[in-house]
């Protein structure tokens, strides 16, 4: 005696399996587009109505929040500045130097840290803001 058997063939395509590819997927994508940062030293600069261009050859001095001073993302003791200033800037004494002050700190830090550049033989000395 024979049996009959009937055999159905799947005709559905694993649907499941596509949409936790996809799932996986969106979450990679938002994950790593999430972890993107900038480099660099946090600085809320102060605002500006316009706004100087990017200059390739500088010198970079940043003054934080709490008053830790940077020159080209590098910490520097206050008491050292000038003469570290004077080192960069006898390598090229064209260079700009570029004053990053947070907003928060007094102008009179501010002043400082160009007064220091200019002692240490700066022509340029630019003060860096954002745009409005």
Request: no cysteine; charged share 20%.
């Amino acid at each position: 005696m024979k049996f009959e058997t009937h055999q159905k063939q799947l005709s559905t395509v694993g649907g499941i399996a596509l949409t936790d590819i996809i799932f996986l997927l969106l979450i990679f994508f938002l994950l790593s587009a999430s972890f993107v940062m900038q480099p660099g030293i946090k600085v809320n600069l102060p605002e500006a109505a316009t706004e100087a261009d990017n200059i390739d050859q500088s010198i970079t001095i940043t003054l934080t929040q709490d008053r830790t001073i940077y020159v080209n993302d590098k910490p520097v003791v206050k008491s050292e500045l000038v003469n570290y200033l004077e080192w960069l800037i006898s390598a090229k004494p064209d260079q700009v130097v570029i004053v990053k002050a947070d907003a928060e700190v007094s102008l009179q830090s501010a002043v400082e840290l160009i007064d220091a550049a200019k002692t240490a033989g700066a022509e340029k000395v630019m003060i860096a803001t954002q745009d409005k």
